[in-house]
């Protein structure tokens, strides 16, 4: 499915030894519908790591850069519940990019999905227009892929200092561009890892730089605005 809006806040994290199962009901039953319930949030998801690193991947669509700096969203970072700021101290590893949407295209939703973390070797301007006029349409075609997504991250937006941000360990890894591939099954990652657009060949000759950082994800969770969650059982 094509992404929801034209911004996303792309983030990995791991969750200490011990903490885990408190991090993915908190995630569920508090903080991702309390994020999608904000103005302009669109959906929230959560993916876990079948081969990538940190062990969590979470994504929020939004309807415009600026709904990531808005006055209702920094209220909420900065008045972090207990159940966050139980949680949140635990987090490792994290990354956090706000990003606008540069393309996407897709149908339905994907049970896995492929994130690669790039810079451009020259100019990412480069880049970003190599892969939406030639890498895209190609990945977009092949066998398994229902979503391909490119993203710019926006430097010091959302880098600025909350309640919630200094609970974690340190400051946050940001993402120069983001490309993120919805598949329906994980079986079809060899193939499109070894040759084409989304090789390591194919990417460098696109304009990206010398380091790659990419890993699979399966999805755990995704809400939608108005869409409601799961109560908890005893």
Sequence with gaps: MAIHGQAVLAIWNGIRDGAETDFLNWHVHEHIPERVALPGFRRGRRYVALDGHPTFFNFYEADRIEDFASEEYRAA?????????????????????????????GQGEGAVVETLQLSGRDRPEALLANLVETALPEMAEKHGVVGVHLLQGQGGLGRQATAETRLREGPDATADIVLLLELTDAAFLPALRSAGPLSNDGLHAAGAGREIRRGSYRLQFSLGKGEHPVSPTA
């Design 77 to 105: 970072l900065n008045a972090p519940s207990p159940w966050t700021q139980q949680v949140v101290r635990h987090f490792t590893d994290t990354s956090r990019t706000v990003c606008r949407v540069v393309a996407s295209r």
